[in-house]
């Protein structure tokens, strides 16, 4: 069975905010037939009473009517509600105008008087503290204050002659009327900003969902683009080597179907999210498929003792230059240096295939690979530095690194 609180536990918090603005507003359309009809018809009597009552159950409907759409249209669901807004203001100061003519001129004594009193004051602060709600501006809220503030004066000053209650009641509707408008315009403020904030939190979801996209298609492009190019020349030389009817060709597809498993294997570790890459491996690695390749390689530096989040950024970095040379140029020579200097790790790629080779401007794999160093405050170049040469050269800060230089060939 759905309990009592069923319904406010299944609204969200912007949700919540809304329904307790709407019906804080409403509560004071209820005080305001509480609070003063009910006194003014014990005071002025049954017919006067009764006639007064009925204007104030009036100005409450419509101000409650007014707050419903407001609100509205402060969450975008109506256009603003400016005929409803005028007639609230007409009905507000007719309402305050009859309560000031009862003062003046029907039946006489202090009851009556302070029940005409508290109407005048209470119809005229929360018309105005109503009307703020569906003002766009805050300088239209203070026209709207100002207005009813000098209108109440001037009423005053033509229906009792009195300066001195003239310029006494500006002054407390200013600031009566002043408190309720500033009361409407903060919490129209709130709802906004809650609103707002719940946007921003599912945007902030979205984008963390899309991130983790980015990630695995970064890791899928990482882990399928090297093994691939070295599955498409293998399996080529196996071709030539069939043709000829060379032995070897066997070989070479065993190593093919070697490295299709690999392939599944680490795709399943992307998938699960265990996967980290590791530079001792991946030069170890660089260097075995180069030189299958055809590709004169030379391997110096070593990872023994780096960080393992700088270990798997660079490692990284080594298997996307692995698969650019492979792919993209026509190297006969490729040279991978790591070292460590001054408090920064330095890996660099030099092949001289640079005819076909990219500048690394709009690569996916590029772009990735600085993404990821990113991440460890590292920097990545890519570009040609003579001819025929390509480079690429990733920095990575090292924490506690020593001072000196070290390189080892391994």
Same mark, same amino acid.
């Given at each position: 069975?759905r309990?009592?609180?069923?319904?406010?536990?299944? &609204?969200?918090?912007?949700? &919540?905010?809304?329904?307790?603005?709407?019906?804080?507003?409403?509560?004071?359309?209820?005080?305001?037939?509480?609070?003063?009809a009910?006194?003014?018809?014990?005071?002025?009597?049954?017919?006067?009473?009764?006639?007064?009552?009925l204007?104030?159950?009036a100005h409450?409907t419509?101000?409650?009517?007014?707050?419903?759409?407001?609100?509205d249209w402060?969450?975008?669901?109506r256009? #603003?509600?400016?005929p409803?807004?005028?007639?609230?203001?007409?009905?507000?100061?007719?309402?305050?105008?009859?309560?000031?003519?009862?003062?003046?001129y029907g039946? &006489?004594g202090?009851?009556?008087?302070?029940?005409a009193?508290?109407?005048?004051s209470?119809?005229v602060?929360?018309g105005?503290?109503?009307?703020?709600?569906g003002?766009h501006?805050r300088?239209?809220v203070?026209?709207?204050v100002a207005?009813f503030?000098?209108g109440?004066?001037l009423?005053?000053?033509?229906?009792?002659?009195?300066?001195?209650?003239?310029?006494v009641?500006?002054?407390?509707v200013l600031?009566?009327?002043g408190?309720?408008a500033?009361?409407?315009?903060f919490s129209?403020?709130l709802?906004?900003?809650?609103?707002?904030?719940?946007?921003?939190?599912?945007?902030?979801?979205?984008?963390?969902?899309a991130e983790?996209?980015?990630r695995?298609?970064?890791?899928?492009?990482?882990v399928?683009g090297?093994n691939?190019a070295?599955?498409?020349?293998k399996?080529e030389?196996a071709? /030539?080597?069939?043709?000829?009817?060379?032995?070897?060709?066997?070989? #070479?597809m065993?190593?093919v179907q070697?490295?299709? #498993?690999?392939? #599944?294997?680490?795709?399943?570790?992307?998938?699960?999210g265990y996967?980290?890459?590791?530079l001792?491996?991946?030069?170890?690695?660089a260097q075995g498929?180069?030189?299958?390749?055809?590709?004169?390689?030379?391997?110096?530096?070593?990872?023994?003792?780096?960080p393992?989040?700088? /270990?798997?950024a660079?490692?990284?970095?080594?298997?996307?230059?692995?698969?650019n040379?492979l792919?993209?140029g026509?190297?006969?020579?490729?040279?991978?240096?790591?070292?460590?200097s001054?408090?920064r790790?330095m890996?660099?790629?030099?092949?001289?295939?640079?005819?076909?080779?990219?500048?690394?401007?709009?690569?996916?794999?590029?772009?990735?690979?600085?993404?990821?160093?990113?991440a460890?405050?590292?920097?990545? &170049?890519?570009?040609?530095?003579?001819?025929?040469?390509?480079?690429?050269v990733a920095e990575?800060?090292l924490?506690g690194?020593?001072?000196?230089?070290r390189?080892?060939t391994?």
């Amino acid at each position: 069975m759905r309990g009592p609180g069923t319904w406010w536990r299944g &609204k969200s918090t912007p949700a &919540k905010v809304e329904t307790y603005t709407r019906w804080s507003f409403h509560f004071f359309a209820g005080m305001e037939v509480v609070t003063v009809a009910l006194p003014v018809t014990g005071e002025m009597g049954a017919e006067l009473g009764g006639w007064m009552m009925l204007l104030v159950c009036a100005h409450a409907t419509v101000c409650a009517l007014v707050v419903s759409r407001a609100v509205d249209w402060v969450r975008g669901r109506r256009e #603003q509600p400016v005929p409803l807004l005028w007639t609230l203001g007409a009905v507000t100061a007719a309402v305050a105008a009859t309560a000031l003519a009862v003062v003046e001129y029907g039946p &006489k004594g202090d009851g009556v008087d302070s029940a005409a009193g508290s109407l005048f004051s209470v119809v005229v602060f929360f018309g105005v503290g109503n009307i703020a709600l569906g003002v766009h501006s805050r300088r239209r809220v203070y026209a709207v204050v100002a207005g009813f503030a000098a209108g109440s004066g001037l009423v005053v000053l033509l229906i009792s002659g009195s300066a001195f209650a003239a310029l006494v009641i500006t002054p407390i509707v200013l600031l009566g009327g002043g408190f309720l408008a500033f009361i409407a315009l903060f919490s129209v403020w709130l709802l906004k900003a809650v609103y707002e904030l719940d946007e921003a939190r599912e945007t902030r979801a979205r984008l963390a969902v899309a991130e983790e996209r980015l990630r695995f298609g970064r890791d899928l492009h990482d882990v399928m683009g090297r093994n691939l190019a070295v599955i498409a020349l293998k399996s080529e030389l196996a071709v /030539q080597l069939a043709r000829r009817g060379r032995p070897e060709a066997v070989e #070479q597809m065993i190593e093919v179907q070697r490295i299709a #498993q690999e392939s #599944q294997r680490e795709v399943r570790d992307v998938v699960r999210g265990y996967r980290e890459a590791d530079l001792g491996i991946e030069l170890t690695g660089a260097q075995g498929v180069l030189t299958a390749a055809g590709i004169e390689c030379e391997v110096t530096g070593e990872a023994a003792g780096l960080p393992v989040e700088v /270990q798997s950024a660079l490692a990284w970095v080594v298997r996307e230059a692995t698969t650019n040379v492979l792919r993209h140029g026509d190297a006969e020579r490729c040279l991978v240096g790591v070292r460590v200097s001054e408090g920064r790790v330095m890996l660099t790629v030099e092949n001289d295939g640079a005819a076909g080779a990219s500048d690394g401007g709009g690569g996916s794999g590029l772009a990735g690979l600085r993404e990821r160093l990113a991440a460890v405050d590292g920097t990545l &170049k890519a570009g040609r530095v003579g001819e025929g040469v390509f480079r690429l050269v990733a920095e990575v800060p090292l924490a506690g690194a020593g001072a000196g230089v070290r390189e080892v060939t391994v």
